[in-house]
């Protein structure tokens, strides 16, 4: 066989592989193969590297759990990354204005203020906190009102689905019923 | 050489095989957890000869969000829910052919193979001859109780396949007929 001489030299001879051998036969290496035999026993050992059955099935259920894990926490990043971006866009107000801190009465009396304006701005301040409470608050309200409205769409969606799915299931129930009903009719006749 | 090459592609082998019974093992866990959910996706061959594709997957979720947007005081809608209580999945494939004959029974074999399991037993089987029409209808009793319908229904352009896991009342089912004002599945035209 032409392929054993390749492999080991035994066989007929190809003359092919003659020519090769010609040409590049020069190169090869001076070593002989018993001088290689340690390399190739070190590779064959490591080729030959088997792991114990339960080690796979772990290692293959260990993937499947991380990669049920990964898709898990990608869906609700993309679910919550939605109706963020949704809620920033029903909201495009401007930042909140820094809280102003009424100075230390009786401070250093760099921003001192005279006694008569200090409940002026007082509630000049409680208006602003009032304000800010309010506008929080229909910032919740709108975001409360986008997620039913989100909901609803979903929920109305779903109902659709399970009317098609309904009708679908029961004109075939009918048609099967109406058979039947038939066929008792045509029965004591035939 | 030779040996260290060959075992290596063995070992490659066995953990392809292993991976292998493991995606199916998960699915048979899968099943088992539902053993009156069918795979349906082997119906999916039929996608690209048909003309109309109707495929609807509810869950146990899906619905309970479907029902609470049905109202009890709508007539109608109450029935729908008090038919639909307890059923934990519908499944729908449905498939619209422009012509006649571009599917045979072979199509719809793999749901029939899994319908042979000793769970399911056939409740009524309809054939019209005339009309080319076949209607089977499966159940699945556990406990006395139904508790998975399956329905294959073929006509010369249609194949429907429907699968409710859960406890049904059939005749709650048909009842239901007439009930819904959403126009039928249409194929050419011609109204089911």
């Known amino acids: 066989m032409k392929d054993d001489y390749l492999w080991d030299k035994s066989g007929e001879p190809d003359p092919e592989i003659e020519q090769l051998e010609n040409l590049l036969g020069g ?89 008569s304006e200090k409940p002026l701005a007082a509630a000049a301040q409680n208006e602003k906190r009032t304000s800010l409470e309010t506008r929080r608050r229909n910032i919740a309200r709108k975001r409360e009102a986008f997620l039913n409205r989100q909901e609803q769409t979903e929920g109305l969606m779903a109902k659709e689905q399970l009317l098609k799915a309904l009708q679908i299931t029961s004109s075939n129930l009918d048609i099967v019923q109406k058979q039947v009903q038939g066929d008792e009719k045509q029965g004591p006749s035939s | 050489m030779k040996e260290a090459v060959m075992k290596s592609l063995a070992n490659r082998a066995i953990k392809l095989a292993l991976a292998a019974v493991l995606f199916t093992l998960a699915s048979a866990i899968v099943q088992a957890q539902e053993p009156a959910r069918l795979q349906l996706t082997m119906l999916d061959a039929l996608e690209p000869r048909a003309d109309q594709t109707l495929n609807i997957t509810m869950d146990g979720k899906v619905l309970q969000l479907a029902l609470r947007f ?34 045979t029974a072979a199509d719809v074999e793999p749901i029939r193979s899994q319908l042979r399991s000793p769970l399911w037993s056939q409740l009524v089987e309809v054939r019209s001859k005339k009309e080319g029409q076949n209607i089977d209808v499966f159940t699945m009793i556990e406990g006395g109780k139904i508790n998975g319908v399956a329905i294959i229904a073929m006509d010369r352009r249609q194949v429907t396949v429907v699968n409710i896991v859960g406890p049904v009342d059939v005749d709650k089912l048909t009842e239901l007929r007439g009930n819904f004002g959403i126009p039928d599945f249409v194929v050419n035209g011609d109204k089911k």
């Open chain 2, 70 to 103: 049905l109202s009890d005081k709508k007539p109608n809608e109450a029935k729908i829910k008090e038919a639909v209580a307890g059923i934990r999945g519908i499944y729908v494939k449905r498939f619209g052919f422009g012509q006649d004959n571009l599917f």
């Open chain 1, 27 to 115: 190169l090869r290496s001076r070593r002989t193969a018993k001088d290689l035999m340690p390399a190739v026993e070190k590779l064959s050992r490591k080729g030959a590297r088997t792991f114990p059955k339960w080690l796979s099935v772990a290692a293959a259920v260990a993937f499947v759990l991380l990669a049920l894990g990964v898709f898990n926490v990608i869906q609700r990043q993309s679910v919550k990354q939605f109706s963020d971006s949704q809620f920033v866009m029903l909201n495009p107000t401007s930042p909140e204005p820094p809280v102003e801190v009424a100075a230390p009465a009786g401070g250093s009396g760099e921003t001192s203020q005279p006694e």
